[in-house]
């Protein structure tokens, strides 16, 4: 039997990390966290203000998203989290070794449109430059997949349990492992 895995569903603002990630664990029979829930105060009034967060700012965050995922390692779940940098994921990984990533990725334009259609998020669309300037994707031997994300949240959904399907059972994967070449 496969062990549920910890995903976490990362990507720029707009991506649609919100939309995906409920659906996704839905899809998985786990519980789903809202990553921008464990943003300090500090940090959501920072980005307000069209601020980007620095490092420091981050820290924090990842790790308490970090700690949800290890507290859930064996038992699965869904969180968002952009994890833009590598040294980003490699924080989550540091606290939950078993962590796979589904990498929602798009075309920009595509993404600011999304962006300008949203109500109630605090994060402007004057921030995306700094988002992909900032974005490192998934390395081939990080584990995870890369998504479109074109189409409705239900197929980019399905491509994502599809994908995620097609990954080594966390007991078979090793650190160093190729992504499965049919990633979208």
Not at 39 to 45: D, F, K, L, S, V
Not at 68 to 82: F, I, K, N, Y
């Amino acid at each position: 039997m496969r062990t549920p895995q910890v995903v976490v569903v990362m990507g720029v603002a707009g991506t649609g990390k919100t939309t995906i990630g409920p659906l996704l664990a839905a899809r998985l029979g786990v519980p789903y966290a809202e990553g921008d829930d464990f943003h300090p105060q500090a940090n959501i009034a920072k980005m307000s203000a069209g601020t980007p967060l620095d490092d420091g700012d981050r820290w924090p965050w990842l790790d308490a998203i970090g700690g949800w995922a290890d507290e859930r390692a064996g038992l699965g779940g869904v969180v968002s989290c952009s994890a833009l940098k590598r040294s980003y994921r490699d924080r989550l990984r540091a606290a939950a070794p078993g962590v796979v990533f589904v990498h929602l990725a798009g075309d920009r334009s595509l993404i600011e449109d999304r962006m300008g259609h949203r109500q109630g998020h605090f994060m402007p669309t004057a921030l995306l430059d700094s988002q992909f300037a900032t974005l490192q994707p998934l390395q081939a031997d990080e584990a995870g997949v890369t998504v479109d994300v074109c189409g409705s949240p239900e197929a980019i959904t399905g491509r994502a349990v599809t994908a995620l399907a097609a990954l080594p059972d966390a007991a078979e994967r090793s650190f160093s492992i190729e992504r499965p070449s049919s990633a979208e």
